[in-house]
């Protein structure tokens, strides 16, 4: 089983910025399919970032907007997602998810394609 550890969660104003953090053992960043998802309760878990194709290009939810920006870092096994001008309706659960590069039935998007997930972090946005 691969640990995800998510973390950088809090409560904020509109117009805030926070940067959320994913550990994950050993290799796991470098070899696995690695996402950003976010979850509202009652609704579904929908995409918020990540890398396809080659894993250069980066897909980002319709609601991102150019405000937020997935990288990672293989040196300490990281994954990031900076969030700017947070918005209300950006409160939810995130969660840091990981594929088994051979699982290919579903699509990078589609959260049923990632095996491993964190245990979420909360972010709050007020107005």
């Not at 550990?23 to 979850?39: C, E, K, L, T």
């Not at 980002?60 to 309706?89: H, I, P």
Request: net charge positive; with cysteine; aromatic share 12%.
């Amino acid at each position: 089983q691969v640990r995800l550890v998510e973390s950088g969660g809090d409560s904020v104003q509109a117009g805030a910025s926070l940067r959320l953090s994913c550990v994950a053992p050993g290799n796991i960043i470098s070899d696995y399919h690695m996402a950003w998802f976010r979850q509202v309760l009652g609704k579904e878990r929908e995409i918020v970032a990540t890398r396809y194709g080659d894993n250069t290009r980066v897909i980002y939810g319709d609601f991102v907007k150019g405000r937020f920006t997935f990288s990672l870092d293989g040196a300490t096994n990281a994954l990031f997602l900076q969030m700017n001008n947070l918005k209300v309706e950006d409160t939810a659960i995130y969660y840091c998810a990981a594929a088994d590069p051979r699982s290919r039935v579903y699509s990078v998007v589609d959260p049923r394609r990632y095996q491993h997930w964190g245990q979420g972090t909360q972010v709050t946005v007020s107005s």
